[in-house]
């Protein structure tokens, strides 16, 4: 009877033990969970990065990584099969990221979304979409390391041709005329306040001068109001001019070629009186002789 009891409980403690573990296999295993199916792809590396890894999709927990492995058709890209929790809003500007832990070294997955492309993207188990597994910022930094590397060896380079024995001989050479054109401009600012502190004698100067200018303006305008004075007494003499011309022309002239005529008349009648007395001085006595009658006037004779 002893036995019969051992063996009963025996066995209840192996069917129990094996419902717990049964249980908490369905639990870690998240068995029963219906879950969408997607390929991560790359060609760079996934150090630390293995199955059941991980998959985090902005923050929070969203599925784990299901295999690893290499594209049959291109062995450059590396396949992350990965399940993800439905109802996800996984688009076409959906990209992954590896990021590591810093102390295990074991990387999970990142999910996020660009926002460039919100159109859904649909998956099936038998053929599963693609999203892309982009660098992180770290990859980025260690692949543009070398290029870092690089630039800063030319820049040492120039650095060293630039401070080369020849360059240096010439930026002394620059230092001392920057000496000396400081220095001679020490002197020139001296030479100015100097000159600057015989400003209010040329002031006083300069302010006789403008009252000499003044008054020298002031005699040149009188002198111009003068000549303007001179000139319109000379346009008025020339307008009495004018008017005196055409009056001689208009009036004066006629009678004086009607007194030359008389003139010249009166001159050739003296002339015809001179030649008279001189052929006959009685004439002033006696008077001019009278000429015989002619045809028609009274006493006249006809010649016999």
């Given at each position: 009877?002893?036995?019969?009891?051992?063996?009963?409980?025996?066995?209840?403690?192996?069917?129990?033990?094996?419902?717990?573990?049964?249980?908490?296999?369905?639990?870690?295993?998240?068995?029963?969970?219906?879950?969408?199916?997607?390929?991560?792809?790359?060609?760079?590396?996934?150090?630390?990065?293995?199955?059941?890894?991980?998959?985090?999709?902005?923050?929070?927990?969203?599925?784990?990584?299901?295999?690893?492995?290499?594209?049959?058709?291109?062995?450059?890209?590396?396949?992350?099969?990965?399940?993800?929790?439905?109802?996800?809003?996984?688009?076409?500007?959906?990209?992954?990221?590896?990021?590591?832990?810093?102390?295990?070294?074991?990387?999970?997955?990142?999910?996020?979304?660009?926002?460039?492309?919100?159109?859904?993207?649909?998956?099936?188990?038998?053929?599963?979409?693609?999203?892309?597994?982009?660098?992180?910022?770290?990859?980025?930094?260690?692949?543009?390391?070398?290029?870092?590397?690089?630039?800063v060896t030319q820049l040492t380079h120039r650095l060293n041709s630039l401070l080369g024995d020849e360059n240096q001989g010439r930026i002394e050479h620059s230092l001392e005329m920057l000496d000396r054109a400081v220095t001679e401009m020490v002197a020139l600012e001296r030479r100015v306040v100097k000159e600057l502190d015989r400003v209010p004698a040329l002031d006083k100067r300069l302010r006789s001068a403008l009252e000499d200018h003044s008054a020298a303006a002031r005699s040149v305008r009188e002198t111009s109001e003068r000549i303007g004075q001179l000139t319109a007494h000379a346009a008025e003499l020339v307008a009495q001019g004018k008017s005196a011309a055409t009056t001689l022309n208009s009036d004066q002239l006629p009678q004086l070629r009607t007194l030359l005529d008389d003139l010249r008349q009166a001159a050739a009648n003296f002339r015809k009186l001179s030649s008279t007395l001189q052929r006959d001085p009685q004439v002033l006595l006696l008077g001019p002789s009278l000429s015989p009658p002619g045809p028609g006037e009274p006493g006249y004779q006809e010649p016999r």
């Open positions: 009877m002893v036995k019969e009891t051992y063996a009963l409980l025996t066995g209840l403690f192996v069917l129990t033990l094996g419902t717990a573990m049964v249980v908490m296999g369905l639990f870690l295993g998240d068995y029963g969970r219906e879950r969408d199916v997607y390929i991560l792809w790359t060609q760079g590396a996934v150090s630390g990065l293995n199955p059941e890894s991980e998959v985090i999709y902005r923050g929070v927990k969203a599925g784990k990584v299901v295999s690893i492995g290499f594209d049959p058709k291109d062995t450059r890209n590396i396949f992350v099969h990965i399940e993800l929790d439905k109802g996800l809003p996984i688009t076409r500007g959906t990209f992954a990221t590896l990021r590591v832990q810093p102390l295990t070294g074991l990387a999970q997955v990142e999910l996020s979304d660009a926002g460039d492309n919100l159109e859904p993207l649909k998956t099936d188990p038998h053929n599963p979409a693609h999203i892309p597994i982009q660098p992180s910022l770290l990859d980025k930094l260690t692949g543009s390391s070398s290029d870092i590397l690089t630039q």
